[in-house]
């Protein structure tokens, strides 16, 4: 049992994990034919994303990037930490830079995540809507942005907050969806032209 827990996913056992599922430090090395994340223990095939998503995420990214106050920082595409069995990669992730060791870290802690953006795909509806934010809010993520496409392909930003007695996500008093221009101050000040984002 001892090794069976201590052995490491690769690529022809990835799909048979211990009994208590494989973990973050288990899987850090595994590399397959296919984007895939790690989901409870189990590893999962990320849906392909498209390049509207792709675009609309780096866009954001810049922004937020632009934006930054410290301690602050922004990465895309990164493993923020959840639990042992649970490391997301959530598209954007503003976190508190303070005690992270950019050149050892291998992960963000979720504890140190303040703002968390998902681009909605056809792929990953159901875990950006649901599975994800339901995560991010019970590990006490502040912010949560879901960003998806409208009719006019041009992105609509719904803006979370963290309702810590209940521990889930409630929208934005003041503007729980942002169309043609977001504009906010959690986690700090950030203005996005929306209607712009996409121009060439």
């Not at 990037?65 to 990669?89: F, G, H, M, T, W």
Request: aromatic letters at 10%.
């Amino acid at each position: 049992m001892i090794a069976e827990r201590l052995e490491k996913a690769t690529p022809e056992n990835w799909m048979f994990p211990p009994e208590e599922g494989w973990t973050a430090d288990q899987v850090e090395d595994l590399e397959l034919p296919f984007d895939w994340e790690l989901v409870d223990g189990v590893v999962v095939v990320r849906g392909r994303t498209v390049p509207w998503h792709n675009y609309v995420r780096r866009r954001i990214e810049r922004h937020l990037e632009d934006a930054l106050r410290e301690p602050y920082d922004v990465l895309s595409e990164q493993c923020v930490l959840i639990d042992k069995y649970n490391p997301p990669v959530p598209d954007i992730v503003v976190y508190d830079k303070r005690g992270i060791d950019l050149f050892e870290a291998k992960y963000i802690p979720v504890e140190k995540a303040v703002l968390i953006v998902e681009v909605v795909s056809p792929g990953s509806r159901q875990d950006d809507r649901v599975r994800k934010p339901a995560m991010y809010a019970a590990a006490g993520v502040p912010y949560y942005w879901r960003v998806e496409r409208g009719e006019d392909n041009l992105p609509e930003v719904h803006e979370y907050w963290l309702h810590r007695e209940r521990g889930e996500y409630i929208p934005c008093p003041e503007r729980p969806c942002h169309v043609g221009k977001l504009e906010t101050d959690r986690p700090f000040p950030v203005a996005i032209d929306l209607t712009a984002l996409l121009k060439l």
